[in-house]
Nanobody
Framework: QVQLVGSGGGLVQPGGSLRLFCAAS????????IGWFRHAPGQEREGVSC????????NYADSVKGRFTISRDNGKTTVYLQMNSLKPEDTAVYYC????????????????WGQGTQVTVSS
């Protein structure tokens, strides 16, 4: 069974940090660019960040630039999203997804999705 598993979410105070993890099951993550998306209640899904197969290309939404960092460890087939200086507006369910393209675009063709991990930023 081909699937992505996202984890690492939780409750954090404003200004705090979390690290999200995206791992693959049933396929080799190394052959895919990976994106992180978030969906907050009452809002449209938003592309947060993505990273190319090799890790050389990354893209970020303006709302998270300078605060979030995406990276990947192809040896461990895991993609990370380090989230610093978190704000209440970062509260959402975060999903990772895979795109077979070698580059990465936030509006790319992501056809394999993880189950989501809740991030709540609140005091």
């Amino acid at each position: 069974q081909v699937q992505l598993v996202g984890s690492g979410g939780g409750l954090v105070q404003p200004g705090g940090s979390l690290r999200l993890f995206c791992a693959a099951s049933g396929f080799t993550l190394n052959y895919y660019s990976i994106g992180w998306f978030r969906h907050a209640p009452g809002q449209e899904r938003e592309g947060v960040s993505c990273i190319s197969r090799s890790g050389d290309i990354t893209n970020y939404a303006d709302s998270v630039k300078g605060r979030f960092t995406i990276s990947r460890d192809n040896g461990k087939t895991t993609v990370y999203l380090q989230m610093n200086s978190l704000k209440p507006e970062d509260t959402a369910v975060y999903y990772c997804a895979a795109d077979s393209a070698w580059f990465c675009l936030l509006n790319g063709k992501y056809d394999t999705w993880g189950q989501g991990t809740q991030v709540t930023v609140s005091s």
